[in-house]
């Protein structure tokens, strides 16, 4: 590794995963995934040490850290992006938030329809330079675009570190990519009544 050649850490979150890379200029060092339904918070951290010893690397060599801003799972966009902006704070680094759309475009040449998988079988969809939406999977097949999907967990994750090193200038604080509001509806029972001791 050049030391000329800033070290990025990329990891994502988003979906029924945990993966991270690690780059020095072009060069991707390492990069881990493993597939998990929950347990990402618990996760996410001792993977991202194991990474950078693999590397030969430590907490104070990171120039840039880039973190998966979704769209996909409300709690696991929180997971990322909150430890990305706890990083960047304690280590004095930008953090960048990258979308599963900015990875998938950066990947896919040409005209496509970028398509990350959303709850009841249907899709969030963007094409490059558009807005995202959330759409039933025939509105996206009849868009007349090709279909681009996000990329497995540890190049997603290579992807977003890409991403966070190409980024100029600075950089807003990384936030979670909500499409559609959060699933959480309040309770429909009246509250219990609740009595003075009195």
Do not use: K
Request: hydrophobic share 50%.
């Amino acid at each position: 590794m050049s030391a000329s050649d800033p070290l990025v850490l990329g990891f994502d979150t988003s979906a029924a995963h945990c993966a991270a890379a690690l780059l020095s200029g072009e060069r991707c060092l390492a990069a881990r995934a493993e597939e998990m339904g929950r347990g990402q918070a618990e996760r996410l951290m001792p993977m991202l040490e194991a990474l950078l010893a693999e590397a030969g690397a430590r907490w104070s060599d990171l120039a840039r850290i880039g973190v998966g801003t979704g769209p996909g799972n409300f709690t696991g966009l929180r997971i990322a992006v909150a430890a990305a902006r706890g990083l960047a704070l304690g280590l004095g680094v930008p953090a960048v938030g990258v979308s599963t759309f900015a990875v998938i475009h950066a990947r896919t040449p040409g005209p496509h329809l970028a398509v990350v998988p959303a709850p009841q079988g249907r899709l969030y969809a963007a094409a490059p330079g558009a807005a995202p939406a959330l759409m039933e999977a025939e509105a996206a097949a009849a868009q007349r675009l090709p279909l681009a999907h996000a990329p497995e967990p540890a190049a997603l994750a290579e992807g977003v570190a890409r991403a966070a090193a190409a980024q100029r200038g600075p950089a807003e604080p990384p936030a979670p990519l909500y499409i559609r509001p959060p699933d959480a509806a309040p309770a429909r029972e009246a509250p219990p009544v609740i009595l003075d001791d009195a």
